[in-house]
């Protein structure tokens, strides 16, 4: 079933408090996190950004650096540089702030809707994410090795089309395609689902570089796996509570370094999304 509230919780957590004139307040979630989850400071540093930006203007890019992993036990400060105001065009600086020092830099820039020349690359084929397991059913073999992390609420519906067993050591293929929403509704608001899929964009990425090498992003304390850098471009519109296809690949591992490449497409195949992400995967003892 939908879990609603999880969703509402996710709304929460991104409706910042604005304390100062371009000083917003955000909190995180009361989990047992070692550190604050990238996707959710990528978002909430997108939303305070957005909010200092005429409504007419739509982000169109965004690059974010994770600078120090995030304490979820304290608030975060985001404080916004209104860096140009053009005619077509908007940039804006963010730095999240967690005990006087920068946990995240991101640059976004804003757009006046235009019309133009128009082509996109094909959504590739998947089945239909209706017919694939959610996340608990998928999951439920791995259950007591995942702990407190398989029960908790989840406001985003996965369902994995090339899954890969937490404990498998098969090497794969250098990509993945994974189904995506929020898992109920969320109100009407294109900020918001600009946000939301903001969130959400972090959650597999960076797995995906694993693939080749036969592990799994669920192998314990045998790797060391951080963001290092995220970058979005928004194409075309979309609702992040209806099903969105991330296709992912990875072009390249090297220097305890992984790069993930993903293509976010509507249901009806419209690419709506392109990210790039760079990560730590760092081989404990290795």
């Given at each position: 079933?939908?879990?609603?509230q999880a ?15 371009n000083?917003?307040?955000?909190t995180?979630?009361d ?12 978002a ?8 200092t930006?005429d ?12 600078l120090r992993p995030?304490d ?6 985001y ?8 005619r ?11 005990h006087g020092?920068?946990i ?10 235009e ?5 996109q ?6 089945p239909d ?17 995942m ?5 908790r609420p989840r406001?985003?519906d996965?369902r994995?089309?090339d ?5 498998s ?7 993945s ?32 570089t ?9 192998g ?10 995220h ?5 075309r519109?979309?609702?992040a509570?209806e ?44």
């Amino acid at each position: 079933m939908p879990d609603q509230q999880a969703v509402d919780d996710l709304v929460h957590l991104l409706d910042l408090e604005a304390i100062e004139v371009n000083i917003f307040r955000g909190t995180s979630p009361d989990e047992d996190r070692q550190r604050v989850f990238g996707g959710q400071v990528a978002a909430q540093a997108l939303m305070a950004a957005t909010r200092t930006v005429d409504e007419d203007r739509k982000v169109h890019s965004l690059h974010g650096y994770f600078l120090r992993p995030g304490d979820p036990t304290v608030p975060i400060l985001y404080e916004v540089d209104r860096i140009r105001d053009g005619r077509s065009f908007t940039t804006r600086r963010v730095v999240a702030i967690q005990h006087g020092k920068a946990i995240f830099n991101m640059s976004a820039s804003y757009q006046v809707v235009e019309g133009g020349l128009e082509h996109q690359l094909e959504m590739p084929e998947a089945p239909d994410p209706e017919t694939i397991p959610d996340f608990r059913s998928r999951m439920a073999p791995w259950a007591e090795m995942m702990g407190d992390w398989f029960h908790r609420p989840r406001p985003i519906d996965m369902r994995h089309v090339d899954f890969v067993a937490p404990d498998s050591d098969e090497q794969m293929p250098p990509m993945s395609r994974v189904w995506m929403k929020a898992d109920g509704r969320l109100p009407d608001d294109p900020v918001l689902h600009t946000c939301v899929l903001a969130y959400l964009s972090d959650m597999t990425l960076l797995d995906t570089t694993l693939l080749p090498h036969g592990r799994s992003g669920w192998g314990g304390g045998e790797m060391m796996m951080a963001s290092l850098d995220h970058a979005m471009w928004f194409h075309r519109p979309f609702r992040a509570d209806e099903w969105l296809l991330y296709s992912q690949d990875t072009p390249s591992t090297s220097n305890a370094r992984g790069l993930a490449r993903g293509s976010i497409f509507t249901h009806d195949g419209q690419l709506a999304v392109s990210v790039v992400q760079e990560g730590l995967i760092r081989v404990v003892g290795g």
